[in-house]
């Protein structure tokens, strides 16, 4: 796909993953609807943007927030490409150190926020592409999924987490075979560990040390310019379909993660 003129967006676009999507999508030359629920963040990247960005506040759990977004996309020019990089909170070790189960609710939440908003964003952002005219190859658009390399090696406390983001793995091939004939291709990368704002405020010359030392090569953390670089990839490539790509410098974690 030539991302040239292509109409794009990103949930989660005020984040570390989205922001740097956003920013290489629109320096390719795409129109990007910047989504996420924190406004400030959210309308930061847009406002840096300039032309060709704008910011919707963007709850990714909630179908009319979602739709309002597309609607948004839609007064842009034909939807694209949707990069689907919202965060949330992780959920609970099965038993607290006390041998007392984890809230169920832990589960739920973390399952509602990572898999079930992802279809949510998956099968509305499909609708609104299927209006949209074919390109070369009969392509409509794409839609690329954020799973984690957890979704393979979950660590400790990582029950619900990797559940979800397994989930978002395990719907790649189907979400891609149900929009095979509108030309709408589903990709999800899972990632290793980056450098982005999920991990909080600590310094990050220690983040990169202490995380960075598990992984193989590149022997440091991943910068979101390194995702956001694969999300214009897949963009322009359209033989890639229905798969997950790890993107980890062969990282693979230890029940503790890193060490
Ligand atoms: N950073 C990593 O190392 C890493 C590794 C593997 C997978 N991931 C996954 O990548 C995705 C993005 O991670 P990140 O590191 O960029 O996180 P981040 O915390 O930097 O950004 C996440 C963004 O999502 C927004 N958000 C949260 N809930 C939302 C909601 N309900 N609706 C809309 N927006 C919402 C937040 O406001 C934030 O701007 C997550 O799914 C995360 O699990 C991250």
Redesign the pocket.
């Known amino acids: 796909m030539d991302i040239k003129g292509a109409v794009a967006l990103v949930?989660?676009g005020?984040?570390?993953?989205?922001a740097a999507s956003a920013r290489r999508l629109h320096a390719a030359g795409a129109r990007v609807v910047v989504?996420?629920?924190?406004e400030a963040?959210?309308k930061a990247v847009a406002e840096d943007l300039g032309d060709g960005a704008v910011f919707v506040r963007?709850?990714?759990?909630d179908e009319d927030s979602v739709q309002a977004a597309l609607d948004q996309a839609a007064e842009l020019g034909q939807l694209r490409i949707v990069v689907v990089?919202?965060?949330?909170r992780g959920g609970s070790r099965t038993l607290d150190r006390d041998n007392r189960p984890a809230p169920q609710e832990s589960f739920t939440r973390v399952v509602e926020?990572?898999l079930n908003?992802t279809f949510n964003i998956g099968r509305l952002a499909a609708a609104a592409m299927a209006r949209s005219e074919p390109l070369e190859h009969g392509e409509r658009g794409v839609i690329i999924n954020?799973?984690?390399?957890?979704a393979y090696d979950g660590t400790i406390g990582q029950a619900a987490?990797s559940a979800a983001?397994g989930g978002i793995v395990a719907m790649t091939l189907p979400l891609a075979r149900d929009l095979a004939p509108l030309g709408i291709r589903v990709v999800t990368v899972?990632?290793?560990?980056?450098l982005?704002?999920?991990?909080g405020d600590a310094d990050p010359a220690q983040l990169d040390a202490y995380w960075g030392a598990a992984v193989p090569f590149p022997k440091r953390?991943?910068r979101?310019e390194e995702y956001a670089q694969l999300i214009q990839q897949i963009a322009e490539n359209v033989y890639l379909n229905g798969e997950t790509i790890r993107l980890d410098g062969a990282l693979r974690f230890t029940p503790k993660g890193a060490k």
């Open positions: 949930a989660g005020g984040g570390g993953f989205g989504c996420d629920l924190d963040k959210g963007t709850d990714v759990t990089a919202h965060g949330g926020v990572f908003a954020t799973a984690s390399i957890a987490y983001k899972a990632p290793g560990t980056f982005t704002p999920a991990f953390m991943g979101p």
